[in-house]
């Protein structure tokens, strides 16, 4: 990574400079066509870039046109290095605003949804940075698409969250009962469903279904669904 600061200046515009964030820069904070650099972001080992990358590749990022120059990964780390938002679309050549806006969504939900390692090196570098801010503060206005996928995001996110506190509201010590499953091809599923029995069906196929059966099987078991 020791030469993403020489090649991220070349998508910069002609009259931008890139100035090494230090106490003695601190006079260029918020000035514009000027980009501070940090390097610190940078400086991360082989195994956290490599899971990094594969994290970015479940992601979109057709919007990006300069993996000949710098790939997408180097990219969503350079605007990690940058103080605030100051690497931003008005600044390079070519990057439309909604390259910038989903590299930080992008950032946003690997930070929350990543392995353990990439998720502290992201949170540790984003601070108070999200995709939301960056548009508030470079005055880009979200279309619908975007929204709509932020929301989609942290809707999942959210699910997942209520999913962990469900299994870990479970005690050890509750008592475990055999829940029968049933087959409409199965004359002793028939049977067992005749009698009331029957719970979690086997014709479930949507990630979704075992935690339904679930919540079935719950409510069910505290004669609260019948």
Not at 108 to 119: A, F, K, Q, Y
Not at 192 to 202: E, L, N, R
Not at 205 to 225: I, Q, R
Request: overall charge negative; charged content about 25%.
């Amino acid at each position: 990574m020791d030469k993403l600061l020489t090649t991220i200046s070349k998508l910069l515009g002609i009259s931008v400079r890139l100035v090494e964030h230090t106490a003695l820069t601190q006079n260029e904070v918020g000035k514009e066509n000027v980009v501070l650099w940090n390097k610190e972001a940078s400086l991360l080992d082989s195994t956290t870039y490599t899971e990094f990358k594969d994290a970015l590749r479940k992601r979109q990022y057709k919007h990006y046109m300069h993996s000949h120059i710098l790939s997408y990964p180097d990219f969503c780390i350079a605007i990690l290095c940058s103080l605030d938002y100051s690497l931003n679309h008005n600044v390079t050549v070519g990057i439309p605003d909604r390259t910038y806006t989903a590299a930080w969504r992008a950032m946003e939900v690997i930070s929350g949804t990543s392995t353990n390692r990439v998720s502290l090196w992201i949170k540790e570098h984003i601070g108070d940075r999200t995709a939301v801010g960056y548009c508030n503060a470079l005055g880009v206005i979200l279309d619908s698409t975007s929204i709509a996928i932020s929301v989609a995001e942290n809707i999942g996110i959210q699910n997942n969250l209520e999913d962990s506190e469900l299994i870990s509201s479970i005690n050890t010590s509750d008592k475990v009962v055999r829940i029968s499953r049933y087959d409409e091809n199965d004359q002793d599923s028939k049977d067992t469903k005749d009698k009331g029995m029957d719970k979690i069906f086997s014709n479930t196929s949507t990630s979704e279904g075992p935690l339904y059966d679930l919540h079935v099987v719950h409510a069910s078991y505290n004669n609260t669904f019948l």
